[in-house]
C-alpha cells in the first residue's frame, strides 16, 4: 500500500508503477456479510467495512463511501434503501421549484448521514494511515444532484428552460463546496467529484452547465490542501477535452472509454487519470478475463499519472 504514491498519480506525476484504487462501495457491506441498507447507516460498521477492502485488496486508496444519494437526502430527498445496493432517490422537491422556492437548506454536519460519515472517518482514518492507504472522499457532481433535485427534467430543462437549470445548477454547485470541506475535514486526501450522468450530454451543455458549477467545489479542495478528482461514466469522449480543462488534478473514467485515447488527452493536458479494469465485462460478467484486461490497461496506462482502478 502507498497512499503518496496515488495522490501523485492523481496529480500527474511519474510513479514507479500504478497505483490500485478499488472503488469498493457497498461491496465494502458484502466483505464483512452485512447488508447494505445496514451497513450505510452505522458507522462502526462502514469502518470496518473500508478497513477490511483496504487490507484485503492491498489498496493504495478507498473512498469512504461511494454513495452520490448523501447530498440529496441532507436536503430532504427521500430514499428507497436496497439490502444488496445504495440507495435511491424518489423525491425530487425542484420538480415543479427552484431550490430557493422549495425551501431547500444546505447539508449541514447533522443533517443526513453526515454524522455516519464524520464518525466513520474518525474510526477509519488511523487505521487507514497505518495501511498506509488514502482516504477518498466523493462528492455528488452538480448535475447528478441536480438530477436528485429536480427529475429527469433537468436533461430536457438544459435546452427548454435554461434559468430554471442554473438555479438548481448553482445551488448543486453550493451543496457540493459544502460537501467536499465536510470531507476535507473528515482528513480525506483524495476528494473526486463524481458526475456520472453528465457524459449524457453535449459539449456545449458541459461548459455551460458542469464546468462553473464544479468551480466551488474544486476551489474548497484545493485551497484545503487535498487532491481534486472529477469521475465521469459512461462513453464521455465528447466532453472529456472539457474534463481535463477543469482545475482539477486529474479525472477518472469507466470501462466504455479506449485507454490509449484517455492517456495521450491526459497528458496533453498534464492531468492524473484512472481506469479502466472492465466493472461489467470483466470482474461482473466474466466476458473477459480480469487478468487479461488488467494487463491491457496497465500497458495502455503507464507509469505516469495512471491509477489503476475499475472502469
Not at 445504495?86 to 449541514?108: N, Q, R, Y
Not at 451543496?175 to 450522468?197: K, R
Amino acid at each position: 500500500m502507498a497512499k503518496q504514491k496515488f495522490i501523485d498519480a492523481v496529480r500527474g506525476k511519474r510513479t514507479e508503477n500504478a497505483p490500485w484504487v478499488p472503488y469498493a462501495g457497498v461491496h465494502c457491506a458484502f466483505l464483512i456479510d452485512e447488508p447494505a441498507d445496514k451497513y450505510l447507516q452505522d458507522p462502526e460498521l462502514l469502518a470496518k467495512g473500508v478497513v477490511e477492502t483496504a487490507k484485503r485488496y492491498k489498496a493504495d486508496g478507498i473512498p469512504l463511501v461511494f454513495d452520490l444519494s448523501i447530498e440529496a437526502h441532507s436536503m430532504g430527498c427521500e430514499l428507497n434503501w436496497w439490502p444488496d445496493n445504495v440507495p435511491s432517490v424518489t423525491s425530487h422537491p425542484c420538480a415543479d421549484k427552484t431550490p430557493e422556492e422549495a425551501g431547500l437548506i444546505m447539508p449541514a454536519k447533522d443533517s443526513g448521514r453526515w454524522p455516519v460519515l464524520f464518525e466513520a472517518a474518525r474510526i477509519v482514518k488511523p487505521q487507514l494511515d497505518e495501511l498506509d492507504c488514502a482516504l477518498i472522499g466523493g462528492i455528488c457532481g452538480p448535475l447528478t444532484l441536480g438530477s436528485h433535485l429536480a427529475g429527469v427534467r433537468i436533461f430536457t430543462d438544459v435546452y427548454k428552460n435554461k434559468d430554471f437549470v442554473h438555479a438548481v445548477m448553482d445551488w448543486a454547485g453550493k451543496a457540493g463546496a459544502v460537501a467536499a470541506g465536510f470531507y476535507a475535514e473528515m482528513g480525506c486526501e483524495v476528494i473526486a467529484i463524481i458526475d456520472p450522468v453528465s457524459s449524457q450530454i453535449k459539449s456545449e451543455t458541459f461548459k455551460e452547465f458542469v464546468s462553473p458549477y464544479v468551480k466551488p467545489a474544486i476551489e474548497v479542495i484545493n485551497n484545503a490542501g487535498c487532491t481534486s478528482d472529477f469521475f465521469i461514466c459512461g462513453n464521455a469522449t465528447k466532453v472529456l477535452a472539457d474534463v481535463c480543462e477543469l482545475d482539477t488534478h486529474g479525472f477518472a473514467i469507466d470501462e466504455q472509454l479506449n485507454m490509449n485515447f484517455v492517456r495521450d488527452l491526459a497528458m496533453k493536458y498534464g492531468k492524473g487519470f484512472g481506469g479502466n479494469l472492465k466493472l461489467t465485462l470483466a470482474l461482473s460478467l466474466g466476458l473477459l478475463s480480469p487478468r487479461e484486461d488488467a494487463i491491457v490497461s496497465l500497458a495502455a496506462g503507464g507509469h505516469t499519472g495512471f491509477t489503476f482502478a475499475p472502469g
